[in-house]
């Protein structure tokens, strides 16, 4: 299974745009970049995802390096609800690959 | 609505006991998944149902067994219940392979 390295955790001040940096440098050429985040007491929940091409919608944006080694979760403006462990998960596109690998994941912790 | 809810929230029982975590989506969703939070709060993946029919059984001692009575449901039966188990389990459902996850709030198991 592929694996993605992400720093353990992050800091920003309500507002400001977040970078959440993740590596995959081992990702094939079918996997899809996904996002997730997990806030207090509550289950994983969807942010966004990408193969190839940035893409954007209304809870953040996905950078993705050309050579698709590494990718980018922005968050335009942290409110403090954003406040959560924000996991990058690498997916394959077939039923029996069909399993999110949870990593340790980026805890951010938001400011007033 | 709720789109994926699971029963109970909490369960405390006694080793050796057998117990059943239920977990119901109304999104209309082909695939459904079991995944267990450890204390250390790795998410892993147990199964995965696709249609009612199992895709992925992740090296999930057979104590543990899934059952799907419909594509709406996926239930989860523990046999001999050991201190081990102890985790929150999350059930989740999935449009089809590759499309985001919606998780449940999780059951939070404890055996004591």
């Known amino acids: 299974d592929a694996k993605t390295t992400q720093p353990n955790s992050m800091e920003s001040n309500e507002e400001e745009p977040v970078h959440l940096p993740c590596n995959h440098s081992t990702i094939s050429g079918t996997d899809y970049i996904h996002w997730y985040r997990q806030l207090p007491s509550q289950g994983p929940e969807y942010v966004i995802h990408?193969?190839?091409s940035n893409v954007n919608n209304r809870m953040a944006s996905l950078a993705i390096a050309e050579d698709r080694k590494s990718s980018t979760l922005i968050l335009h403006r942290a409110t403090l609800r954003d406040a959560a462990v924000y996991y990058c998960?690498?997916?394959?596109?077939?039923?029996?690959?069909?399993?999110?690998?949870f990593g340790t994941g980026t805890r951010l912790q938001v400011f007033p | 609505d709720t789109a994926v809810s699971q029963t109970p929230k909490y369960l405390v029982t006694q080793m050796g006991n057998d117990k059943s975590i239920k977990c119901e989506q109304n999104?209309?969703?082909?695939?459904m998944y079991w995944y267990k939070q450890d204390s250390k709060k790795f998410l892993k993946i147990m199964f995965s149902?696709?249609?009612?029919?199992?895709?992925i059984n992740e090296t999930v001692p057979n104590r543990f067994s899934p059952k799907s009575p419909d594509k709406a449901h996926l239930n989860l039966h523990i046999n001999s219940l050991e201190l081990g188990d102890s985790a929150v389990y999350f059930c989740?459902?999935?449009?089809?392979?590759?499309?985001?996850?919606?998780f449940g709030n999780g059951t939070r198991l404890t055996v004591t």
């Open positions: 149902y696709n249609n009612k029919e199992l895709i």
């Open positions: 999104l209309g969703h082909d695939t």
């Open positions: 998960i690498l997916r394959g596109p077939f039923y029996n690959t069909d399993k999110l690998i």
């Open positions: 990408g193969l190839t």
């Open positions: 989740a459902s999935s449009q089809t392979v590759g499309s985001p996850l919606h």
